[in-house]
């Protein structure tokens, strides 16, 4: 029973690169979202997709990117990694969307950008 | 606009004597109210949600919360502490999607983190 899967754990970028952060879910969730966690910040909404083929925007969107091409993965690209990006990054998912529904989270990846 | 705040960024308490964790929210509407937690290195997992049914609202391990309407307050409860609740602790609100105007999303409060002495 995987749940919602995140690659990889750990990163470490230089000021500039590119990379992708993988989020899969096995539970045919039409809900997916990306969080980022800072300390004394709580999580902040970055991106998230009520189904496959649609995104939008959350709380933090700037130098991100995301698609859904399925309904099981839901990517999140950084397309050229600031120090500022520096967190750790939490993908989760629900089964209808609905604001009431519980979410299930991944075990998340911490990225550094030096 | 909706949002949380949680009293007191680190709450310590004995082994075996109350947890109360407190959380105000702020919202539009009457809202949707939850409190997850965060196991080290883990993600977060859902304690108990409010969703407009009973006001006093059961949960796992053991928890419990409160929704006051006239306090605008979500307080999470333990009656006795054990040491495995040491952890990262979030409330989070969201607005029902008929209530109008769009979807503000689920907006976390930045977290209390409980220290459990022995």
């Known amino acids: 029973n995987a749940g919602v899967t995140q690659t990889p754990k750990f990163q470490v970028l230089k000021t500039g690169q590119s990379m992708t952060l993988q989020c899969a879910q096995d539970?045919?969730?039409?809900?997916m979202s990306w969080y980022r966690q800072d300390p004394g910040m709580g999580l902040r909404l970055i991106h998230y997709?009520?189904?496959?083929?649609?995104?939008d925007q959350g709380e933090v969107p700037n130098g991100y990117n995301v698609s859904r091409s399925t309904t099981e993965d839901f990517p999140l690209r950084l397309l050229s990694a600031a120090p500022s990006q520096t967190s750790v990054y939490f993908c989760?998912?629900?089964?209808?969307?609905?604001?009431?529904?519980?979410?299930?989270f991944g075990s998340g990846t911490q990225l550094s950008v030096l | 606009a909706q949002s949380v705040t949680q009293l007191g960024s680190h709450v310590s308490v004995s082994e075996g004597a109350l947890v109360l964790l407190r959380c105000n929210y702020s919202?539009?509407?009457?809202?949707?109210l939850f409190w997850y937690v965060q196991y080290p290195n883990q993600g977060l997992q859902l304690l108990l949600k409010?969703?407009?049914?009973?006001?006093l609202v059961k949960g796992i391990n053991g928890f419990e919360a409160e929704f006051k309407k006239s306090e605008t307050s979500f307080h999470l409860t333990k009656p006795s502490a054990h040491m495995s609740d040491a952890a990262e602790y979030f409330c989070?609100?969201?607005?029902?999607?008929?209530?109008?105007?769009?979807?503000?999303?689920?907006?976390f409060g930045k977290g209390t983190h409980l220290i459990i002495q022995p």
């Open positions: 989760a998912s629900s089964y209808g969307g609905g604001w009431d529904e519980k979410l299930f």
């Open positions: 539970m045919n969730h039409e809900y």
């Open positions: 997709s009520v189904g496959a083929g649609i995104t």
């Open positions: 919202s539009s509407v009457p809202p949707y």
């Open positions: 409010y969703t407009s049914a009973a006001t």
């Open positions: 989070a609100v969201s607005k029902p999607a008929d209530s109008g105007g769009g979807a503000d999303g689920l907006t």
